[in-house]
């Protein structure tokens, strides 16, 4: 279950603790990136886009949008590390032109590049903003969930953060975003195979993708655990095109958003016989971000390992600004 | 694939046809009522509601919201012979109030009557209409699908038709929907039971849910199947609030929509035998409307066997008069 930032969300978290939530087929249920279905370890996610809110028009060409959406809910599956199958997709729009066709084409891309088809879907035509509703279903045999980091465990992330943001933050003031960054919002890419094979060449104990940002990610990641989460600000793989930004980008790789990396814990020094042979892999810098303590929630330390406060949430972009 | 009627989605259908649509792990692939997976048999279907487009709040509590939303896609499972395992929601909801709670526990209620589960979900703040994408998840053994009717093959619904169709006539002419009709539009009820007793009973050669009508339905069925589907108009089980309406209802059970009945196709005389029993077990009627033959599309009789037009599209309400 994904829910937005804030307070506003307060009462459906309250009826999803009352609601119905297990029962005969369902190995995992809300709360995690993924629902696992008892049957073939099938495991689910759905990720909602909506215009003038998840996006703008000026932003991303329509094979973008498509290409996005189905990349934010494959990095679902990839947190669980689950081999995506397929999607079903939901889209409104409004034109009788090539609209539709041009989205869905970037789902079907979108899908092909991580071995997946289109299942199917529902299409209406509405006066509304664009919407576009992405459910991914995958296999999985054992679902790496969010609960499972322990103390003394080590926290890592793939890629680089804060790049998409950057792009957002250039766009909302008018300006050019950086190319690099850009493409980091425009055209996301789930790391599926780079799960799978993390899962497979190391004890994943728990992981999350980023898709809040890494403070906010890996609070739901700590509080799922029942840890406490100590993320080392120096370690931080800031995005190259997030440098140029307040605090050398680091607000922006804690709290930006839309860096669809992955965050995980697992047991100390397990990742760092592998890490080399992650980043020949893949070309993706794999990078110890922090470590598990007892306690809850997360903080920050600077370089000299001082304690130092987490960048506020202004740098939720969407909860603030849309209309 | 539930697609709008009409031109406005020529454009996807051709770029479906082109899509990336099988795969390994896809048993079932768009273009029937659901997906179904190989890995456990996994049937997958979705629903996509938007306000001012499918439904308007002066018509439907929040509540009846939800409820609606999720029988609208369990009824795509029933027309697969699957059995309900659990639903993902995506919902947006402009306010900050207990609109989204409400909701919610509409799909939840509608979820448990069916002995399903909420799995997880995307929840979003927008200020646009309301939308609700209900994806659910079943376990079938053998689907039924839509492609499987032959010449011969007699057809089959069952409940009564045209009543949710009457009580949107009615409330567009801002006069009071009769209450059987109301109850028709804001609660279906998914023929979850019913659809896995016929199949258990009866050998189904191809089913269909009636959520845009009979005659369209009907359609879809028998391009599936590459038959011509008979309708006989005496026959069709008019709902009694249907048929104080043009042409005794005939014409709002034919093209209606929002019945969520059943439609199927079986060998002559097999249901017949079975038909008292199915009565009993669910207080609902089962009525053959028509048979299968050689061709193309769907032909409609009147009572003393001659043809007779199908009534026009124009009680499509939504492609007409959405703004």
Request: net charge negative; aromatic share 6%.
């Amino acid at each position: 279950m994904t829910l937005g930032p804030g307070r506003e969300f307060d009462h459906i978290r309250r009826f999803l603790q009352r609601a119905h939530t297990t029962g005969p087929g369902v190995l995992v249920g809300p709360g995690d990136d993924c629902a696992v279905l008892s049957d073939g370890r099938v495991a689910l996610s759905c990720d909602l886009s909506i215009e003038h809110i998840h996006f703008e028009r000026a932003w991303l060409s329509l094979e973008d949008i498509g290409w996005r959406a189905v990349n934010a809910a494959l990095s679902d599956l990839a947190a669980c590390a689950a081999r995506p199958v397929g999607a079903l997709a939901s889209l409104a729009v409004a034109s009788d032109d090539d609209t539709a066709e041009r989205i869905m084409s970037g789902v079907a891309d979108g899908l092909l590049a991580h071995g997946a088809v289109l299942l199917g879907g529902d299409l209406t035509r509405s006066p509304g903003p664009v919407v576009l509703d992405i459910t991914v279903a995958g296999s999985v045999v054992e679902p790496v969930l969010r609960s499972g980091a322990k103390p003394g465990n080590e926290i890592w992330v793939t890629g680089q953060l804060g790049g998409a943001a950057a792009a957002i933050r250039a766009w909302q003031s008018n300006t050019a975003a950086d190319p690099a960054a850009a493409a980091a919002f425009r055209r996301p890419r789930a790391r599926t195979a780079e799960a799978l094979w993390l899962a497979q060449s190391a004890a994943l104990r728990a992981m999350i993708d980023l898709s809040d940002g890494l403070a906010g990610d890996a609070a739901h990641l700590a509080a799922a655990s029942g840890v406490r989460i100590v993320l080392e600000a120096a370690t931080l793989p800031v995005h190259p095109a997030a440098r140029p930004f307040p605090d050398n980008g680091i607000a922006l790789a804690l709290g930006g958003g839309d860096d669809y990396e992955l965050c995980f814990a697992a047991d100390a020094h397990v990742v760092e016989a592998v890490a080399d042979a992650f980043a020949e892999t893949f070309g993706l810098p794999l990078r110890r971000v922090g470590y598990v303590e007892a306690g809850s929630g997360v903080a920050l330390l600077d370089a000299a390992g001082r304690p130092r406060p987490m960048p506020a949430a202004g740098f939720d972009h969407f909860a603030s600004e849309s209309p």
